[in-house]
């Protein structure tokens, strides 16, 4: 029999690939050290909404409304004991930037680009407004995977960056495996329907559309940047030429 998190992982290998070829573009593209600095300021935007999300979901999954729904109630179990774990994780990526000889305060001020509100604010409303259930397949996705740390090992050396550049990569590459057991784990225990399944897939392929076109737009803001730690022309209240943006950075 296919368990829970067999029908999830085959969906996100499934609907992965472009995000896989995406990633790769980014951490072999020839000006890395550039569009790296872009990179910080994009993943600092979504890696900060994490816990808040969690925390909301967390909240969700004990109203009176979902009451009945014995697998709420073991999720919400689950994103007790995770949220502490998670707690502090954006402040790593701020950290990799310190060390990129980026400000703090610029990459803390500026302004989201459209596609990270996109990207967190539609869990919130499947948290909000219909299952908080959806939550399992952005962290699914987003916890999936990571690569070892001779990766970003061969990454510093091949760029002539300092390894400390990499702290948050080199941390999560230690806990996210146990992470995606963890998860995949509550996963598999829980009394989850075929509704429920339909909505974490549909969660996890939506975060995959939307962290590709993030992936690529970090790639092409950061080579059209200036170079500089300067707030991006939104932040400093310029409207851009660009109406949207779409997707997320994965260290695939």
């Known amino acids: 029999m296919v368990s829970n998190s067999q029908i999830i992982r085959s969906k996100i290998r499934l609907f992965g690939a472009r995000l896989g070829h995406t990633a790769h573009a980014f951490w072999t593209h020839p000006q890395f050290p550039r569009i790296y ?41 689950y994103l007790r004991h995770h949220i502490p774990e998670e707690q502090g994780h954006h402040e790593w990526i701020v950290n990799d930037g310190v060390a990129l000889g980026m400000d703090r305060q610029s990459i803390l001020k500026r302004l989201p680009k459209e596609s990270a509100t996109q990207l967190v604010g539609v869990q919130y409303y499947w948290i909000q407004h219909y299952n908080p259930i959806a939550l399992a397949g ?72 939307m962290m590709t076109g993030i992936m690529e737009d970090i790639i ?21 030429a660009y109406a949207s943006e779409s997707g997320r950075a994965q260290h695939a």
């Open 37 to 77: 600095r872009e990179y910080i300021y994009q993943s600092h935007s979504i890696i900060r909404a994490s816990v808040p999300l969690m925390q909301a979901a967390e909240k969700a999954c004990q109203l009176t409304e979902h009451a009945n729904d014995p697998a709420l109630r073991g999720f919400g179990n």
């Open 138 to 209: 952005f962290i699914a996705t987003m916890e999936g995977n990571p690569p070892p740390a001779e990766f970003f090992e061969e990454v510093a050396a091949r760029n002539d960056l300092p390894l400390k550049c990499f702290s948050s990569f080199l941390y999560h590459a230690k806990i996210d495996p146990q992470h995606t057991r963890d998860l995949d784990a509550v996963l598999d225990a829980l009394p989850l329907t075929p509704a429920h399944l339909e909505l974490i897939g549909i969660s996890s392929l939506r975060t995959i559309r």
């Open 220 to 240: 092409e803001s950061g080579l059209s940047a200036q170079g500089s730690d300067d707030p991006a022309p939104e932040a400093a209240g310029i409207q851009p």
